[in-house]
């Protein structure tokens, strides 16, 4: 088997909001540092992300300050959260929004100049910095640009396929370069998972197409803790209207700037839900009510609710939501007069590998940020706290790892696993019969949605599991690729993919299982009422390769819950 090995002192896999912020981080020490990515850079998900970043600024309520964003956040995340991991998101928030205006984001702006911010839900005020309903965007043009004048080494359209641990730490990375199929080892003395979330493990989705969960997948298979990988958010409002755009998100800034939602007889629902806070009440009780109206028959025709926005003055919809009106108009609705129609859609995952204050995951070497880390938001996400989530973050695994790589060697790597790893995906180019990838994303993707969902039931979610079960055992050794070509071949993308999805699916099946009260994003409809939930629930690979639950307290530094 043949294969190019590539040195460098840090590693960074994933080059979305969190990659690119670690690898500049890394780069400020004098280090050789690499990002791959699996898209072109400037690509990845993060340039989806519409409608802002939290920071306490009070720019425009002054009387905000870290310690209410820190309150939000807990009470927010249900008390889930890791509240260290908290507590650096908001203190250095603001130190890291003006980094990007320091590389050149424009934010929109206060009559006085100042960064414009604008209310989400479950925030005490006015937190979230934006750029019009473009905020990702704007961050990932800057990220990239300031990329460009660091000597950091991009290796895009790369796909990490495997972990490469020696003596129990880190030592580099297995890789396919997608162009021209050619097999890569990446030998690094640290290494930063910054690979996003899973929502494409769900059939309804707002997430890119290629936020299918390979991080923890690859993360698992290390050997690395994973935490409270069951809280999955579904966001109210995804598209519904036309089949192909089904899942698109249609940002909480259209809810901050006055959206309300209507059912089937024009009734502003939420008065009966959460009548303090309306349609501003968390993204998980707002989901759920949606889901309520539809199920007791009062939903739209394709099954959720309208929002409508139509109240507004046109100038503020046309200044402060340009895209959703570009997002509409391709759907044969002009937002300005006639209401939007919606329904939940999988979005977040709070849950990913674990890591402490410093980024470091339990494998010395490793570390982590973004979306693909766990415990930061607790049982629920705030809108807004994950793009600050991927600065802060960010640049905490940069310095860290920069630290490690400085004061580690590279570690020896063993030739049989890299053998394998290429092997096992060789094997799917040539195995004469099989499952196609395809088929079996499909089957995947049903079952998660159906069974795993926004209301879910112990019969279901056991039933999923034994699936997933049957799945990793029966069908991921068949997985067949169609043709059998090794430059830029989707196909065989696909089921590189494949094998990390059933991975992350079966993480959060079985930890909802183990989850018996409803909690957070976490929403049982036979919940116990004596299991109240104030708990994580750690996932780790033991040495016999069984995927063992465990739970743990809450790191609790001054929120109790109640
Ligand atoms: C539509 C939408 C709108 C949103 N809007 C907001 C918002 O307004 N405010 C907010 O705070 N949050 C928002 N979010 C959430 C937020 O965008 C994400 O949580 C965040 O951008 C994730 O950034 P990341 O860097 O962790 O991951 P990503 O941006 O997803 O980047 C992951 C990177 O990892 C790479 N990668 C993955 N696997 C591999 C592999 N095997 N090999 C090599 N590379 C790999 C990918 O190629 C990519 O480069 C939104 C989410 C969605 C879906």
Redesign the pocket.
Known sequence: MEYKTIMCDVLV???????CRAAIEASRHNLDVIM????LLGK???A???????VSLGNVDPDDNPETHFKDTIVGGNYLNNQKLAKVLVDRAPQHIFDLEDMGAVFDRTPEGKIAQRVFGKQSWRRTAYASDR??SEIMVTLTEAIRKTSVRVFDE????RLLVTNGKIAGVC?VDLKYGDYLVFRAKSVIM????A?RIFKVT???Q??VG??YG?AYEAGCEMIDMEMVQFHPTGMVKPESARG??V???VRGEGGILLNNQGERFMHRYYPAVMELAGRDQVARSIMTEVLEGRGSPSGGAYLSISHLPRSIIEFRLESMIEQFEDAGVDIRDEPMEVSPTA??FMGGIKIDEDAATNIPGLFA????TGGVHGGNRL????????QVF?AVSGESAANYARENPHLGVDREEITKEFGRLEAMLSRKEGVSPSDARAELTELMWEKVQIFRKEEEMQDAVNQLRRIEKEVVPKIKVDVPVKRFNPGWHQAMEFV?MVTTARMVAEAAVLRKGSRGAHYRVDADPNDNGYYNIVIKKDKDGKMVLRKEDLVITSITPP
Not at 158 to 161: C, P
Not at 369 to 372: A, K, P, T, Y
Not at 383 to 390: H, I
């Open positions: 896999v994933g080059a979305g909001g969190a990659g791959l990515s699996k898209e990845a998900h993060t989806m992300a519409e409608g802002g970043y939290n905020t990702g790369v796909f990490a396929t890789a910054a690979t996003g979330g929502g707002s997430n890119a290629l936020d390979d991080g690859m698109r998100l940002t909480e800034a979005h977040h940020s973004g979306e693909c809108g807004g706290n994950a793009l600050a989530d991927t960010g990390h």
